[in-house]
């Protein structure tokens, strides 16, 4: 729990902040806001900041992402209060985007006879 703590205020103290488009992001590419310093405590020590950031889902998609961390990879229990955090954390930065289909390419017409 110490360590935890510790590795909490370390990480608080030592982020750099950065700006990608409208929103800030710290040294590892997270976007800064509240909860973020709960998703790094919980989450980057076994995995990279880019494998988090590149998943998209919902409050209850990332709910069932941390259970199945649970279940089949050893992530610990987190308390109900830090869980909240990183979910809603989660959930508000990394929800699923709208997409529409891709533009159609730019093909010459030679290559379409």
Not at 16 to 21: D, L
Not at 22 to 37: A, P, Y
Not at 51 to 62: F, S, V
Request: glycine fraction near 6%.
């Amino acid at each position: 729990m110490i360590y935890s703590t510790v590795l909490v205020l370390v990480l608080a103290l030592t982020s750099p902040v950065q700006e990608k488009a409208d929103k800030k992001v710290d040294e590892t590419g997270f976007i800064v806001d509240k909860g973020l310093i709960m998703v790094k405590a919980n989450c980057t020590s076994c995995h990279g900041p880019k494998l988090i950031q590149q998943n998209r889902a919902d409050a209850e998609g990332w709910k069932a992402i941390i259970r199945t961390m649970q279940k089949e990879h050893g992530l610990w229990q987190m308390a109900p209060e830090i869980e909240k955090q990183v979910i809603d954390y989660l959930a508000r930065n990394y929800k699923p985007e709208k997409r529409g289909r891709r533009k159609p390419l730019d093909v010459p017409k030679a290559w379409l006879n």
